[in-house]
């Protein structure tokens, strides 16, 4: 072992020790420093008998010695640090790193406040430190070397002064070593000091991981010229070695009592330090842990270090200067590295608002731009890492040092703007920085809009200086500037989509659009408070209202109060009242005086002016304004001065009165000893004024002097003189200082600056700042105005601006998108249009792209279009002729955004679609391909001249001859963006030089290839559900404008619209069937299009389409084929182009019968088609109907009926409609065999369920609706309804105009229901009844004969029955009335319940006046009864009597009023007038003196006489047939319904035959018509006849009966009325007796021809009453003679009887009168 290795002893300090003590006595002279040898020497010798403790010994300096021992052992080390001699100085240094370095020392180093005695350890960091001043460059950096290691040590803790010391040391050694290699090593030092630190303070341990720091980033822009990579290299293994060197020495720790890591008492720091306020921070907590009380110290001390600034003397000082940019480095780096405690923990958060604050505050005042840039560097990181804390204080820096740069764009410093436009850049990278610094400021009452006038202002710098304006920028430096300005406005929207990807999952970004709506936009105006304070508290207080909502209402609050300020500034009586209307501030005087004097941002001119008015409300402000000051022991000037200083006096002299006199009379309010009275401060305040005006005015020329002041003064103290030495003060005072506001100390700012300024309230701190690059001179801030700035920060603490909000609510966005949206839209578009620079293009395309992205996921519609337009547009393929590539990257830009956004692009898909259709076309020129006008369907010529021209249309790309294309022609032509066709205008010719730009530029759009364009239709069906409406509906509005060009039609969004059906049909029905509701609009639009090519064109996709569809099957029930199918339905209806309906039919029939198994819904639009083609005008489209549909319902009726039941109604409805064709009979008439196919396919089936009508299931009701055309089939089973409409169509083809139809449909339908009613069950029997054959009968009272009767005049209906083809012929008639009772009786036991209206539909027949129509009744009717008489029950026979009697009831009223009309008609009798014309009967009458409407009226009503008549006549026969052939069937019920009915009618004729005048008439108008008469005795005769053969029957017949219904008086009373008739007619009456008994002689008259007629015609009735009286039982014609014998004695005296009455009287004397009187 050598001597040197030896040395020390066997310790391991000891052997550190050692060799280090004995080289410092080889290099020492021992006679200068005789004492260190000897204490060297002692050192070792005690070194060689100390061993290394087991044990961990407490508080000692060296590990494993006593602390005896180790202040001995050290004391060397120390003596030779303090030698000065460089030789001595190296060893004791070296030895000292490796004690540090290998955990040798132990212990805490520190020096407490009045220890006079310091450690060993501490008297050697002292000497360490002090050796560092020698100059020497080596001991510099050993002295580096030892303190790093010492702060690195896990086993020493250096606190308190010790460290400060060891920081001041570095600092020195930076500041003033001649070494760049030491002078770096210091500044990283440094910094590695605080790296340790600041890991110890965050962990709150010695023990932590250290890294060493990269040189690199420390080399910041003070160390520039030091930049030399083996200086670098040096540095960084210099601090590699010292923080590596003490890895190793973990395991030796800290005694437990030497500990940093309990918390201990930490003494306040006495006094103030320079803030005024330090205590606050040092006192804020009263025990802490060590290592984070000394990283507390450094952090201040560093702060300290950076606020030294050069004396007046000496303001240039570069070694100062040097220092400050260190510390701002250092805390830069700091900042940088900052832990999380730091944000967390009050006193740290507290110290960097105090301290830290106030020293960017201070040095914000220097013009130096490598401190602007520090500052900078530092404000970014407090941003980052501490903004939640420093709202406040971030809300001034901001604008401080921010946007006063940003916004100065005419003469900004180029090196400062761009810094901060670096730092912006910064700033918008990190999304949640950009969110919070809307939130917080702009979204709070009380702080600056930061957000919006950040990007206002790098707006205005991309737009860069106004148009002839004068800068200092050069046109490179310009153009640098907008370029970042772009970045930056990139980057901030960049980051809000950035965050709200972040936010939002892509599934909560479609619930945001779809409640987007429910926004709470319209609660701008909810928040009413005084202040912002109020606001914030009643919004915090509020949880029912989410953060956008509640962030929303405070920018809301905060822009209506800025509104209100910004009105008070122009009109000041306006701003106060909207302020007060919007409950801004209250209405009371006092409120508005605080607001006038507390809020910032008001002009204070304008706040004068108010003051001065003289209205009342301002009157009573002022005086509240003025009296809010305290004036009290102030001077008068000073008073004054402190009055004005919140406004400007007015101009106007009454208003300065006012202010003045209420001024004057506070002052002497407060001072009351002051002045006589306050007259004299009023007129003293003018004076003032005065005197301020003309002293500081540089217009006046000769200014006031003391003694001029003075006199003008004299006397106003009630008449005395005020003092000359208090007035020559006074003038002193105010010569020295201007009066004036606390914003007039400001330096001269823009005007749209000072407007933000003021309303920041941040004016006074700008006055630090003025920044001017050419001086560089370090000058320090005004110390008053800072120390009023940070009485601000106390006084608003409590306040909303220093509560830090975070959100989570992307909602947040959308405020913020409105903010900025059209400053960015202006800056992307004029940069886009304007600039060349290939960097400024992309970012403003990126701008483009991320503003698409927010605004489009947010669902801002309005701001979402005009970036999407705005950047379609700049594609320039519109006017393609001007292309360039920057037109290209935009398309490329539309395509990226068509396919990472195309879920929220919504109604700004049309923009997009129209870019992909014009790029296409302009890709088809470019190839030469042909005009898709060529894919028309045209004429066969027009073919062929487009084939031979399409040979003229080669690829352009080969420069042919574009000239002779008119499609190029018109698109090198260019247009408007909005144009829907490119070059309409035929007439302006594109140039040769349009041409060739136009061809060149097409190369670009190779860039582009078809992939791309097809990938995003190709990709539609990953939209979701909105996004495919949306997108569907812009395709077919673009291929909408496409198609209608008149002259270049295109179908490339016509093609994609096809290839989007086919691509989504497998999406849900629901968001198909949306879907197709566009594109079913969009094909009938184009389908019903002018361009028939086009819509022919649009038909044959829609084919294809629907082709495709129907090969998906459809489930029962479901309705979309049916929609799918409606376009060709509604085209077919609407469109006026034969070509397009036989297009449609041919389509339809196409699609049915090559996929009719997968039809199901379909056959509802399928039909409609055939059913509209039916009643087509061209035969040749429906003869092509009527076949497909004879093939359907031959061959696939099954598929037909599996359906629903409409199918099967439209089917019939067809048919029907086929039956109305008017081209040719034979499709009508295989129409209506059709439906009886159709019944016979329904029936062959066995579609009906017969158990229903066996159960009578009482579920299958009948509706009784009188509603004929309706449907009253309610049964459950669906067969049944198939059954409804074939029937109902026959029934209503029973009206059919044409004869034939009408006679081939009635036989039909009735043998439908012969041949396959056995399979009905009773209920749907009934609904036949109801709404089928019923209907049919009740339609023919509309066949017969009708006429109007107007105010007694006849008017018959213009349409005679017997003229129009659609009244029913007789036949007709008697084969309906057939049908229908076969039919009844056929299914009797099934329809039993409809005897009623059958037989009411019979008497409706028997009562017609159509004679034809009544025979055809009467005949069906007693076939009825004939057929059932043995089936009816006595209520069925009641029915039929029931409805006889009716009907013969039925007829009378309106007869009656017939009758009536004769008694308007006169008609003369005089004979003189009728000697030339032919007489009838016994006089003569001829048709001129009868007017002709007169004599059509009477010809109507002996018309209406005579059918009357008949039918009353063919009841009576009806019901006496019916009493002969069932008499035996008949109860006393049924016969006594008979014999009113006979009494009714013979009543009725007796009455008629009595209307003498009536009949008279009658007979005239039927002699001058030339017709027979009515034969109304005939009648008369006829029913009384009928009624006494009946009578006589049931006497007869049925005598037990007749006994009961008294039958015997009846017939007596007729035949007595008959007797009575008959002598009437005789004109024999009974001789009347007089009182006297003298017998009254009368003359007998000869009767006329007329009377003979009559009375030979009532001969047989008489003669039949007779014998039925004769044949009267003998007692009863005993019991009734005496009622008739006076008449047959009158008979007997008639002269005029004929012999067949004398005859039977005779007879009737002899055996029935005769034994009577024998007997008596």
């Not at 490796?98 to 005695?117: T, V, Y």
């Not at 340790?196 to 980033?217: L, Q």
């Not at 020495?249 to 330090?273: A, Q, R």
Request: with cysteine.
């Amino acid at each position: 072992m050598s001597t040197s290795q030896s040395l020390g002893g066997t310790s391991r300090a000891g052997r550190i020790l050692g060799p280090s003590l004995d080289k410092i006595i080889k290099n020492v002279a021992w006679r200068k420093h005789a004492q260190l040898v000897a204490t060297c020497k002692s050192a070792l010798d005690k070194l060689e008998i100390i061993k290394d403790y087991p044990d961990p010994i407490p508080d000692t300096p060296i590990f494993g010695f006593v602390l005896k021992d180790a202040e001995f052992i050290l004391q060397p080390l120390i003596l030779a640090v303090d030698s000065a001699t460089v030789k001595v100085i190296e060893p004791a240094l070296e030895c000292a790193y490796k004690l540090f370095s290998q955990g040798m020392i132990h212990g805490e180093i520190d020096r407490p406040e009045g220890d006079d005695s310091p450690s060993v350890l501490n008297r050697l960091i002292d000497s360490i430190c002090n050796c560092a001043g020698l100059g020497d460059d080596g001991i510099e950096l050993a002295v580096l070397r030892v303190l790093g290691s010492a702060v690195r040590s896990p086993c020493v803790l250096i606190r308190g002064d010790c460290l400060i010391q060891i920081v001041k040391t570095c600092y020195n050694v930076y500041v003033g070593s001649m070494s760049s290699i030491n002078q770096i090593c210091a500044k990283v030092v440094l910094a590695q000091i605080l790296v340790i630190v600041n890991a110890r303070v965050e962990e709150d341990s010695m023990e932590v991981k250290v890294r060493a720091v990269t040189v690199g980033e420390l080399l910041g822009l003070s160390d520039k010229s030091l930049n030399d990579w083996s200086l670098v290299q040096f540095v960084q293994n210099f601090i590699d070695d010292v923080v590596e060197s003490s890895q190793g020495v973990s395991n030796l720790k800290l005694y437990p009592s030497e500990s940093g890591n309990g918390h201990v008492s930490v003494p306040s720091e006495e006094g103030k330090d320079e803030l005024g306020d330090g205590e606050s921070v040092d006192r804020g907590r009263s025990s802490s842990s060590k290592i984070r009380e000394d990283g507390f110290i450094l952090f201040k001390n560093l702060c300290k270090f950076s606020m030294k600034f050069p004396t007046q003397e000496n303001p240039e000082d570069q070694v100062l200067l040097r220092g400050k940019f260190l510390s701002l480095e250092l805390l830069k780096f700091a900042m940088d590295h900052a832990c999380s405690f730091w944000g967390t923990d009050e006193r740290f958060l507290s110290a960097i608002k105090q301290y830290l604050c106030l020293s960017l505050l201070k040095n914000s005042a220097l013009s130096v731009m490598t401190v602007f840039q520090l500052l900078c560097s530092i404000f970014m990181s407090l941003l980052s890492k501490f903004r939640s804390g420093l709202k406040g204080e971030i809300g001034i820096f901001f604008p401080m040092l921010i946007l006063r740069v940003l916004e100065n764009v005419l003469q900004p410093s180029f090196m400062q703007k761009m810094t901060v436009l670096n730092l912006l850049e910064r700033i918008s990278q990190d999304s949640q920085i950009v969110i919070d610094i809307f939130v917080n400021y702009d979204c709070d009452v009380d702080a600056p809009n930061i957000f919006e006038r950040t990007v206002n202002g790098l707006v205005k710098t991309a737009l860069g200086p106004p148009p002839g304006s004068t800068t200092t920028l050069s046109p490179v430096q310009d153009m640098a500037l907008r370029v970042e300005s772009i970045k930056c406005l990139v980057g901030i929207i960049k980051s809000m989509g950035a965050w709200m990807d972040q936010q939002l999952q892509p599934t909560d970004l479609c619930l945001l659009r779809s409640s987007e709506s429910d926004a709470s936009v319209e609660n701008h105006n909810m928040l009413n408070r005084d202040e912002g304070a109020a606001v914030d508290d009643e919004l915090e207080s509020s949880s029912e209202l989410s953060e956008a909502a509640t962030l929303e209402q405070r920018r809301a609050y905060k822009i209506e109060f800025q509104d209100g300020i910004s009105l008070f500034n122009r009109k000041p009586s306006k701003g106060i009242e909207f302020l007060i209307s919007a409950k801004k501030i209250g209405g009371s005087p006092e409120e508005v005086a605080s607001f006038l004097k507390n809020t910032s941002g008001l002009n204070e001119t304008m706040i004068g002016d108010y003051l001065g008015e003289r209205e009342e409300l301002p009157l009573k402000v002022m005086h509240v304004y003025v009296d809010s000051f305290n004036f009290e022991g102030k001077d008068f000037g000073e008073a004054i001065r402190f009055f004005l200083r919140g406004f400007r006096l007015p101009g106007e002299a009454q208003k300065i009165d006012r202010i003045m006199e209420k001024f004057a009379e506070r002052y002497c309010k407060c001072n009351p000893n002051s002045f006589t009275s306050a007259d004299t401060a009023y007129v003293l305040a003018y004076s003032v004024i005065m005197l301020n005006t003309d002293a500081h005015n540089s217009m006046v020329k000769d200014k006031m002097s003391k003694a001029d002041f003075i006199r003008n003064n004299r006397g106003i103290d009630d008449g005395k003189d005020l003092p000359e030495e208090y007035l020559g003060s006074l003038y002193d005072q105010i010569v020295k200082s201007e009066i004036k506001m606390s914003a007039d100390c400001s330096a001269p700012q823009s005007k749209q600056a000072t407007s933000f300024n003021k309303l920041l309230g941040i004016d006074g701190l700008f006055n630090l700042v003025n920044w001017k690059q050419t001086e560089e001179k370090p000058l320090g801030a005004n110390g008053v105005l800072i120390r009023h700035i940070q009485e601000q920060f106390k006084a608003k603490s409590g306040k909303s601006e220093f509560v830090f909000y975070a959100v989570t609510d992307t909602a947040i966005l959308r405020f913020m998108v409105e903010v900025c949206w059209a400053p960015m839209l202006a800056a992307f578009s004029v940069t886009l249009d304007q600039s060349v620079d290939k960097i400024a293009i992309f970012q403003s395309l990126q701008g483009f792209r991320h503003a698409v992205h927010v605004t489009a996921a947010m669902g801002m519609q309005t701001q979402r279009d005009a970036f999407v337009t705005s950047i379609a547009k700049f594609t320039f393929l519109h006017c393609a002729a001007d292309m360039k590539q920057k037109n290209v990257d935009a398309m490329k830009v539309i395509i990226s955004i068509a396919i990472e956004d195309s879920n929220y692009l919504q109604e700004a898909w049309e923009h997009i679609l129209t870019c992909l259709s014009r790029f296409e076309h302009l890709q088809l020129l470019g190839e030469g391909a042909p005009p898709d006008a060529s894919f028309f369907v045209v004429s066969q010529s027009y073919v062929e001249e487009k084939t031979q021209k399409s040979a003229g249309f080669p690829s352009l790309k080969k420069k042919g001859n574009a000239l002779q294309n008119p499609a190029v022609m018109a698109v090198a032509r260019g247009g408007s963006y909005d144009s829907a066709t490119l070059g309409i205008k035929a007439s302006a010719l594109a140039t040769p030089d349009q041409i060739n730009h136009f061809i060149s530029n097409l190369n670009l759009l190779d860039q582009i290839g078809n992939f791309e364009l097809n990938h995003i239709f190709a990709h539609s069906q990953r939209l979701n559900s909105e996004a495919i409406v949306a997108f569907v509906k812009a395709l077919c509005k673009v291929s909408m404008v496409e198609l209608q060009s008149p002259t270049d039609p295109r179908v490339f969004s016509l093609t994609k619209i096809v290839e989007i059906a086919h691509y989504n049909m497998s999406r849900i029905r629901l968001v198909w069937s949306r879907i197709w509701n566009v594109l079913s609009d969009f094909f009938v639009a184009v389908g019903l299009s002018e361009n028939l090519s086009v819509a022919i064109f649009v038909m044959d996709s829609l084919r294809q389409l629907a082709m495709k569809f129907l090969e998906r099957e459809e489930l029962a029930n479901y309705n979309f084929q049916n929609e799918f199918l409606r376009p060709f339905e509604i085209v077919m209806q609407k469109s006026n182009s034969a070509e397009i309906r036989e297009l449609i039919v041919r389509c339809v029939s196409q699609m049915v019968l090559s996929r009719v198994g997968n039809v199901k819904s379909g056959w509802k639009s399928v039909f409609t088609v055939f059913t509209t083609a039916a009643a087509d005008e061209r035969k040749n489209i429906v003869l092509l109907a009527f076949e497909t549909m004879e093939k359907i319902v031959r061959d696939y009726f099954l598929y037909i009926t599996e359906t629903e039941n409409t199918t099967f109604t439209d089917c019939v409805k067809c048919l029907i409609t086929f039956t109305n064709s008017r081209f040719n009979s034979d499709v009508s008439l295989n129409a209506i065999a059709f439906l009886r196919f159709c019944a016979v396919k329904l029936a062959d089936g066995r579609l009906i369920c017969y158990e229903k009508s066996k159960e009578g299931d009482s579920s299958i009701p009948v509706m009784d609706g009188d509603d004929s055309n309706g449907l009253p089939f309610t049964d459950k089973d669906d067969q049944v309804y198939f059954w409804v409409p074939l029937l109902t169509g026959l029934s209503k083809l029973t009206s059919d105009p044409r004869q034939t139809i009408r006679r081939s449909a009635l036989e039909v339908l009735f043998n439908i229901l012969k041949d396959h009613g056995h399979i009905f069950s009773m209920p749907f029997w009934l609904g036949v009844f109801k709404s089928v054959i019923l209907p049919i009968y009740s339609n023919t009272e509309g066949k017969g004969e009708t006429f109007y009767i107007h105010d007694g005049r006849f008017s018959p209906d213009s349409k005679s029955p017997q003229s129009e083809e659609s009244a029913w012929s007789s036949e007709t008639f008697t084969e309906a009335a057939q049908y229908l009772v076969e039919l009844f009786v056929s299914f009797f036991d099934l329809v039993r319940s409809q005897l009623p209206s059958v037989v009411s539909v019979l008497t409706r027949f028997i009562s017609s006046p159509v004679q034809s129509l009544a025979s055809a009744g009467v005949t069906a009717l007693l076939h009825l009864a004939g057929d059932l008489g043995y089936r009816l029950s006595e209520e069925e026979w009641g029915v039929f009597f029931l409805r006889l009697k009716e009907a013969a009831a039925s007829t009378l009223p309106g007869f009656r009023r017939v009758l009536r009309i004769m008694d308007n008609i006169e008609i003369s009798d005089d004979s003189e007038n009728y000697t030339d014309i032919e007489l009838f009967s016994d006089h003569g009458f001829t048709h001129d003196d009868i007017e002709d409407d007169s004599l059509q009226t009477a010809a109507y009503v002996v018309s209406r006489v005579k059918g009357h008549m008949a039918v009353q006549l063919l009841i009576v026969q009806v019901i006496t047939d019916l009493y002969k052939a069932h008499q035996q069937s008949l109860s006393a019920a049924n016969i006594t319904v008979l014999m009113e009915i006979f009494s009714s009618v013979t009543s009725h004729a007796h009455e008629l035959n009595s209307e003498t005048i009536l009949q008279l008439k009658l007979r005239k108008v039927c002699s001058i018509l030339e017709i027979s008469d009515p034969p109304i005795v005939h009648f008369e005769n006829e029913s009384y006849q009928s009624y006494l053969n009946f009578l006589r029957s049931i006497l007869t017949d049925k005598p037990s009966l007749s006994k009961i219904m008294n039958i015997e008086p009846q017939l007596v009373v007729e035949c007595e009325q008959i007797l009575r008739i008959y002598l009437n007619c005789a004109g024999c009456e009974s001789i009347k007796q007089t009182p006297g008994d003298q017998p009254v002689l009368h003359w007998r008259l000869p009767l006329g021809s007329a009377k003979k007629e009559e009375l030979a015609a009532r001969t047989s009735l008489t003669v039949l009453a007779l014998q039925v009286l004769s044949c009267l039982e003998r007692d009863s014609f005993r019991r009734y003679v005496s009622h008739f014998f006076p008449l047959l004695v009158d008979l007997l005296q008639c002269e005029h009887s004929s012999g067949e009455v004398q005859h039977v009287l005779s007879n009737m004397f002899q055996l029935c009168i005769g034994p009577i009187i024998l007997e008596l």
